[in-house]
């Protein structure tokens, strides 16, 4: 399939969860309440009047996680379906090639033995605060278990991360806000702490939009995954987009080969960081043999995972 057309696709998706989120976060801002709080300023109270005012702000970590899952699901849904395609194109293409039985004499699995140092991953940090990526709900892909479950089970997944994503986003927002109202109590002008919100609302904004990068490709990837095992692929490749901003994670383990049912493969599948645009994609051993080589199943030289992601041993 047209790889710029998956793109275009996926960049729009993301768009339509970025502009839901846009409206959450100003309806967010919107429940401050001023008067107040004002109010509170001009009789000289302390900062700890906050406690007895209305909440100083209200975010709908609900509705956050409900865009969430939906988006995720989505991608899950675009993961498969992407992975059916390029499935049928390999199919097509080598037509006249009779699949052999799954991983019949094919070469063995090479240990994955890291090497390189360890690195830091400042987006990482932007994107999911103090909780570590590895702590978040997830889903594994387990080779032995039924194609046609998988899917379902993607999106549960799906939806639990967002439950939790959508608390710290509040959470965290809370927290700025009314840090930001404490100095304003304690004397800090309108103007100042109005530009403390502007900023507050800024880093918020990339906090989203980091965010709806790298859960999009966890979710897609699981798609895909989905597809690959009902299809009876039995090997993938990683993908990256090679340009300025590939990361040394997904440099380091482009055209790489993986069997599909290699206990390594949930480490290594997209994304291995924030903001990480790689993919998985399908191989057949009766196909594509030439591909699998014992140059590309041989990871040892894949870069570490940052800090607070999931292991890739």
Partial sequence: MNQQAMFRQLDAAEEKLLSKWDSWLN???????????????????????????????????????????????????AGQAHGD??????????RNRKLSERFLELPPIMPVEIILPAQDDD???????????????GFDFEYDEDPK???EKAIGAM??????????????????????M????????????????????????????????????????????ASFAENRVD?????????SRTSPQCRSRHGRVMRLDDPALPGNTPPLHGRCRSVLVPL???????????????????APLPKGWKSAA
Avoid: C
């Fill in 85 to 94: 395609l390029l499935v049928e194109e390999l199919h097509r293409k080598f």
């Fill in 123 to 137: 987006i990482t940090a932007i994107t999911y605060g103090t909780r570590k990526f590895a702590d978040l709900p």
């Fill in 27 to 77: 309806a967010s801002f919107k429940t401050i309440p001023w008067s107040d709080i004002e109010r509170a300023a001009r009789s000289g109270s302390r900062p700890g009047v906050l406690s007895r005012l209305p909440p100083i702000i209200v975010p709908d970590a609900g509705s956050l996680a409900g865009m969430l899952a939906d988006h995720g699901a989505e991608m899950v849904a």
């Fill in 159 to 180: 939806e639990a991360r967002a439950m939790v994503l959508a608390g710290d986003v509040e959470a965290d927002l809370v927290a700025q806000v009314k840090k930001a």
């Fill in 235 to 243: 090997y993938v490749q990683f993908s990256a987009v090679n340009d």
């Fill in 149 to 151: 479950v998988i899917p």
């Fill in 284 to 302: 057949y051993s009766a196909y594509q043999g030439d591909l699998i080589t014992p140059e590309r199943l041989d990871w040892s030289l894949a």
């Fill in 182 to 225: 404490v100095r304003f109590l304690a004397g800090t002008s309108r103007l100042q702490t109005e530009n403390a919100l502007k900023d507050i609302l800024k880093s918020s904004w990339d906090r989203a939009s980091n965010i709806a990068t790298t859960e999009s490709t966890y979710s897609y990837n699981r798609g895909r995954l």
